[in-house]
């Protein structure tokens, strides 16, 4: 890489390029770097989700964002396995494909017939770009905007779903409300 701790016009500043994804560290990393190990990342695990159960866990290390997240890739798998039905919506069929696209994969089939590794980074691209999209306001193309915004209607509806009917059957059992969901 390179560092150039140059004085430009009036202003004092320091320019680093790297030319090597192993050279950047997060902020959540101890900044140590090794060239065994290119993951820059080094954060706690907030949440997962396991396609094999369709389950999402949350640590106790979790935010307001993780679930959002981990529902990003429930919605990509969910999608993707009913894009691969015979009977499958055309729009969904046609949201998968612009997702595949987006992701440079060439069509459900091979999504399919790709290993949970080889998918792994997709999934991570398309729950960030989700939650940037929740937050900004901004999908990744243009082409993404429509699937996006499908997909924050689907997780505003599954969000009064439990804050309605799961809130009013525990408060029929319990007498009082899911703590979570009360001011």
Do not use: C
């Not at 150039?4 to 030319?19: E, K, L, M, Q, R």
């Not at 990342?41 to 959002?68: I, W």
């Not at 905007?145 to 599954?158: L, M, N, Q, S, Y």
């Amino acid at each position: 890489g390179v560092v150039d701790t140059g004085n430009g016009a009036d202003i004092s500043s320091t320019v680093v390029v790297v030319f090597d994804p192993e050279q950047i560290k997060s902020v959540n990393n101890s900044g140590a770097f090794d060239p065994a190990d290119p993951n820059i990342l080094r954060q706690t695990t907030k949440g997962t989700f396991d396609p094999a159960s369709f389950t999402v866990t949350l640590t106790a290390d979790a935010d307001s964002s993780t679930v959002l997240h981990e529902f990003g890739h429930a919605f990509l798998t969910m999608m993707a396995d009913l894009a691969s039905q015979q009977d499958a919506p055309a729009e969904t069929v046609a949201d998968v494909q612009t997702v595949l696209d987006w992701f440079g994969v060439k069509d459900v089939a091979t999504w399919n017939a790709m290993t949970l590794a080889e998918q792994t980074p997709h999934h991570e691209a398309f729950a960030r770009s989700f939650e940037v999209y929740l937050f900004d306001g901004k999908a990744p193309s243009e082409e993404m905007e429509g699937i996006f915004r499908r997909f924050a209607k689907w997780v505003r509806a599954a969000y009064r779903n439990i804050r309605d009917n799961v809130n009013a059957a525990y408060r029929a059992e319990f007498g009082r409300d899911l703590p979570s969901l009360t001011p």
